[in-house]
């Protein structure tokens, strides 16, 4: 496995790796590898002979500087990950190899990234646009695969690559969850043992309201509030919000749903000093 740590180093080896007729998909992740990540680089397989993972803790898409530093960094662990899973390059940037002294252009995404997050991350989406491009300017993969628990990011990212004519294939996966349901986050491990318990809630919830939706309930007020009642009452988790929102726009859905659109459910909370996100798309055909 190589290990690459400038975009010209990168794309030397990239372009090398094109030119010997393979094919390239990249996992773009900010490290502390766990098994959600593990399959995504597992279906890039599906679509390339040559997997990338990229591992970068982006300065740029923290709103919260404290945030970035509590990141974690077990780059060891992670090399160690990528290598036994036969992946055939990590770029590993440093942060002054990515951003230089005179840095100043940024991607600006457009008004999905303005609902859910976005309000309550200011500049984060920018920074997400920004370095995905520098990653697939460096990569040059023929597909990027991320994972769907970061349901806006994915959106917005399939925006920007059709929006700027990038030329990659953008993949979705589905979320790993935990065997009791919890989505799989690198942010998991900073759970107090007890919040970690109680974030539980947050999958219980969402699959509460889908197996309404299954059962039945097409009132978009209901679907929204099983969840929210259920996060509500846990007395260790602090709401940010539930949205029920059109999976391909991102827009509020209200009245009846119409089983044409494709509906998903999406939410924030706080566990202690650790903020999740999780969710769910109700669409029998999405799942
Ligand atoms: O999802 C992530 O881990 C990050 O937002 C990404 C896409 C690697 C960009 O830093």
Redesign the pocket.
């Known amino acids: 496995m190589d290990v690459l740590t400038t975009p010209a180093d990168m794309q030397r080896w990239s372009d090398r790796v094109r030119a010997g007729g393979h094919r390239i998909a990249v996992v773009?992740?900010?490290g502390a590898l766990h098994a959600g990540h593990l399959t995504l680089v597992e279906r890039a397989f599906d679509h390339a002979d040559r997997v990338i993972v990229?591992i970068?803790?982006?300065p740029l898409?923290f709103n919260e500087s404290s945030d970035f530093d509590r990141y974690p960094r077990p780059i060891d662990d992670d090399l160690d990950a990528c290598e036994r899973i036969g992946v055939a390059a990590v770029y590993a940037p440093t942060a002054a190899a990515m951003y230089g002294p005179a840095f100043q252009t940024r991607v600006v995404p457009g008004p999905l990234a303005d609902r859910l997050e976005g309000p309550m991350r200011p500049g984060h989406f920018e920074?997400?646009t920004t370095?995905?491009t520098k990653?697939l300017n460096a990569t040059r993969p023929h597909t990027a695969v991320?994972?769907e628990k970061?349901f806006q990011?994915l959106a917005i990212?399939r925006r920007m690559v059709t929006d700027l004519d990038v030329g990659v294939d953008v993949v979705g996966v589905p979320i790993v969850r935990e065997p009791d349901g919890l989505a799989m986050s690198?942010r998991n491990v900073r759970l107090t043992p007890d919040d970690r318990d109680a974030a539980t809630v947050l999958s219980r919830a969402l699959f509460a309201a889908r197996e309404r939706f299954d059962a039945g309930e097409r009132d978009a007020a209901v679907l929204r509030r099983i969840p929210s009642d259920l996060i509500a009452a846990e007395p260790r988790a602090s709401l940010e919000y539930v949205e029920l929102v059109d999976a391909a726009t991102l827009e509020p859905l209200d009245g009846t749903l119409d089983d044409t659109l494709g509906a998903a459910l999406l939410t924030a909370a706080w566990f202690g000093d650790v903020r999740l996100i999780d969710n769910v798309q109700l669409s029998a055909d999405e799942r």
Request: hydrophobic share 45%; no cysteine; proline share 5%.
């Open positions: 773009p992740t900010m990229t970068f803790v982006n898409q920074g997400v370095v995905v990653l991320f994972g970061d990011q990212v690198s």
